[in-house]
């Protein structure tokens, strides 16, 4: 055999070895974001189930703050409805408004010393506030692994791979400002 074409069938191996390697990465990259998104769909489905017991148990003792209720009710629906639809822009928007829910109703419950003595919404309070950190954590995760993807899919030559083969860029799961925004102390005490 000629010496150049073992050279030339050498290259042409090693340059398909890479690219296979290269297309395999994106695949693992996607699945990972894919993996992050499970981890939050599971605990956004855990605290979609406590919403309503920690609802229930409230209009046991504030019967006049429906309007807080149901906010927090229209807010579970909205997150529900971006999470089966895999919406990410709108579980955004619509996670905003449930945090900003939640928050009036555990200031509102503080008005109530039978609510805040009761061992049901203790419980609750805290399996809610602990799924809502879960949630954070498992956004920064969710967050961190759609970057990891969306810069491999721009990079040369990785863009080759991705444009060829239908890569596309995971979007993030962000909270609109006002979850962001620093909290109006004189607001939540004047």
Same mark, same amino acid.
């Given at each position: ?59 046991? +003792? ?8 149901? @906010? *927090? =009710?229209? #807010? %579970?629906?909205?997150?529900?409805? !971006? ?64 970057? +990891? ?8 030559? @990785? *863009? =080759?791979? #991705? %444009?060829?083969?239908?890569?596309? !860029? ?21």
């Amino acid at each position: 055999m000629d010496t150049g074409l073992i050279i030339v069938l050498a290259i042409a191996v090693i340059a398909a070895f890479y690219f296979i390697s290269l297309y395999n990465h994106l695949v693992q990259l996607k699945h990972g974001v894919t993996r992050a998104w499970a981890n939050i769909d599971v605990l956004l489905k855990q605290r979609h189930d406590e919403l309503p017991k920690l609802v229930e148990t409230c209009k046991q +003792h504030m019967g006049y703050e429906q309007k807080t209720l149901t @906010d *927090v =009710i229209t #807010a %579970r629906s909205a997150v529900a409805t !971006a999470r089966e639809q895999g919406d990410v822009a709108a579980l955004g928007r619509a996670e905003t408004q449930l945090r900003l829910g939640l928050g009036n109703l555990f200031a509102v419950a503080e008005d109530y010393p039978e609510l805040t003595a009761s061992d049901s919404f203790h419980h609750l309070r805290s399996r809610i506030t602990g799924l809502e950190s879960g949630i954070a954590d498992r956004r920064e995760y969710y967050n961190d692994s759609v970057n +990891h993807l969306n810069v491999r899919i721009e990079q040369f030559p @990785d *863009v =080759i791979i #991705a %444009r060829r083969f239908g890569f596309a !860029a995971a979007p993030l799961l962000e909270f609109d400002d006002a979850d962001k925004a620093d909290v109006n102390l004189q607001q939540l005490f004047g």
